[in-house]
């Protein structure tokens, strides 16, 4: 299959199915020395993993990684890191009266169309346990930019109309909720409203944002691989986003440029920004603000009301979709946005690092 790696020098390759033995990656590229155990990995995954609480599928998996190679005495050897997770609670049985069945939302029918054939257990390669894979790498990648002082940090912005308060958010208040909203009021609303959605058998989606920090200046590309257009493709490939924008993003439209245009100034002796509409990065490359962006997300397509939809052999059918589903995808989709995030901008520094002859004649001369 092709499309299942992603980056160019610090590069993954994800494989494995929801109903398979199991999932997991190879990630190419990363420096040796650095210091890497399971558990540094396992405190991104638990995050993502179900069951965490009444708002995720009750599906229960402990999403245990190994690191198969890559490790040797507790860092990294530079060579390839394979990470697997095996999956220990499928109810493949749960999918067996879909198997002919195009589910709304879902990418049954265009799977079918291209392949001729799919995995319907559960939507096999195109589930959201894909993603366990792409967080598991991004918990190295983030290690790595921890240790250049740049910080990756994504919540949930919004669940369906309840938005977090972006004046007086707290990061810290994150941890304090099963919905990993950076505001405790926003929280305790958005948790009445996805009540009230599951007593209805329904579904709804949100908005993740994300921040980098620490982030110097001048990484990125100004054509085609802008800094910008690659966290777009990136966050793009999770499978429930249907919307991204940075700064002020589709708002810009609607601003002059008097307004919109971020004001130069110095502060300390460095060049600094009087505002952020930006969002850290202009012209494709980063400008040493914040980088800031937002992802939207569509409501979980897998919901116990009755739908209609079609067979494989052309005939419509109404159908309730049983199994154990996220009524919100959301709060469990924040890790992996900031691991895919983590993932772009480590190889984004990586790929900066030969474009001034001086940064190359420091490293070798």
């Not at 708002?55 to 890559?70: M, N, P, Q, Y």
């Not at 004001?263 to 509409?277: I, P, S």
């Amino acid at each position: 299959m092709a499309g299942s790696g992603f980056g160019t020098i610090f590069r993954i390759t994800t494989w494995g199915e929801t109903h398979g033995r199991g999932v997991g990656v190879v990630v190419d590229g990363c420096p040796a020395g650095l210091e890497l155990c399971e558990e540094d990995i396992q405190c991104y995954l638990n995050r993502r993993k179900p069951g965490q609480s009444r708002f995720t599928t009750k599906r229960k998996e402990e999403d245990a990684v190994e690191i198969l190679s890559g490790v040797f005495e507790g860092k990294t050897t530079g060579t390839p890191i394979s990470l697997v997770v095996f999956n220990k609670d499928q109810r493949s049985k749960d999918y067996s009266a879909l198997a002919n069945v195009y589910r709304p939302g879902h990418a049954d029918y265009t799977f079918d169309k291209k392949y001729g054939f799919r995995d319907y257990r559960g939507g096999g390669r195109s589930s959201g346990r894909e993603t366990t894979a792409r967080v598991a790498a991004g918990a190295i990648a983030a290690k790595v930019l921890r240790s250049l002082g740049i910080e990756v940090f994504a919540y949930t912005e919004a669940i369906g109309p309840y938005s977090i308060d972006l004046s007086a958010w707290t990061p810290e208040v994150r941890e304090e909720n099963p919905l990993y909203m950076p505001d405790a009021a926003a929280a305790k609303q958005a948790e009445a409203y996805l009540e009230e959605k599951m007593k209805q058998q329904d579904s709804c989606g949100g908005v993740v944002g994300c921040r980098i920090s620490g982030m110097p200046a001048g990484v990125g590309e100004p054509v085609f691989d802008k800094l910008d257009a690659r966290l777009a493709q990136a966050v793009f490939s999770i499978g429930a986003v249907k919307g991204f924008e940075i700064g002020d993003g589709f708002a810009a439209a609607a601003l002059t440029g008097s307004v919109n245009n971020d004001a130069f100034c110095l502060k300390d002796g460095r060049v600094e920004k009087r505002t952020n509409h930006a969002g850290g990065i202009l012209g494709g490359m980063s400008d040493g603000s914040v980088i800031y962006f937002r992802a939207a997300f569509k409501p979980t397509p897998s919901i116990s009301s009755p739908q209609t939809t079609v067979t494989r052999d052309g005939k419509e059918k109404e159908i309730v979709i049983h199994g154990r589903h996220d009524p919100v995808i959301v709060p469990r989709a924040v890790v992996v946005v900031e691991s895919m995030a983590a993932l772009t901008v480590l190889d984004s520094l990586l790929m900066n690092m030969t474009s001034r002859l001086d940064g190359i004649q420091r490293f070798y001369c």
